[in-house]
């Protein structure tokens, strides 16, 4: 562990108000939870926000007067990279476990869905990333199986009170062609293995084979402004953008 392997984008979701009890004293302060991504490309086709119910997060002030959300672990990392408020220090205003910012209304960059909402993955790991994750159902076996099992079973939903509203609407968008797999890769990879939820862990580690390297060589940008582009060649192009317009910031661990 430790800052200079890894670097990931951290795409800026913005809460939206009324805020939960647990962050309702921040309000009319700008508040997002902030989603490590290895594919800041996909960023069109973003259906939810994951968080994990059962696991700690912190709220904290950043440099420019902002708040993040995160792992505390996290946190400790950007503290590092002078993002933070204080150099080398995390100002924490307040600390919940993921249940408590379960079912929020968030904006985020790029994606067509003008509110997406916070929903539990519960394969969400603690010591990775930001433990908050961004959902792209047309290119993440992960992400379309944990979205399956919320739309498939209502007791899922109801037991992190979840509204159908939340759920039932989000379809992936298809936003890159990847030959053989076609526009909606994921959802190709999971049903051709006939996985059954996000915990069929082999099959799913299987479906991201078939997509991953094939659609990172392959695949062609679909999207409005990028169309017949490869996605290796958009890639970096994507996550400036992002981070010019204040959607994203780099991160590294
Ligand atoms: B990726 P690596 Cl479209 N726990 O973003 C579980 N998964 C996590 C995580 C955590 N704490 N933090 C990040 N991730 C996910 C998009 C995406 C991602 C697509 C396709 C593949 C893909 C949308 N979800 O990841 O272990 C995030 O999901 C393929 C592995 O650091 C992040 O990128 O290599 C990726 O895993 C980081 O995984």
Redesign the pocket.
Known sequence: EGVGG?E?TLVKMKLLEPYPSKLSFLAGQDIYLVA????PE?MFGQTNCWIHPDIPYVAYKMQNGEVFVSTRRAARNMSYQEMTADQGKVDIVAQFTGQDIMGCPLSAPLTEYKVIYTLPML????D????V????PS??P??YAALCDLKRKPPFRSKYRIKDEMVLPFEPVPIIEIPELGSLAAVFAVEKLKIQSQNDKDKLAEA?EMV?LKGFYEGILLVKGFEGQRVQDVKKTIQQQMVADGGAVIYME
Do not use: F
């Open positions: 890894q990931y490590a991504t290895l594919r996909t394969t969400i790991k603690e990775k990333g930001t433990g994750v961004t959902s792209v290119d993440s992960d992400d991201k991953y």
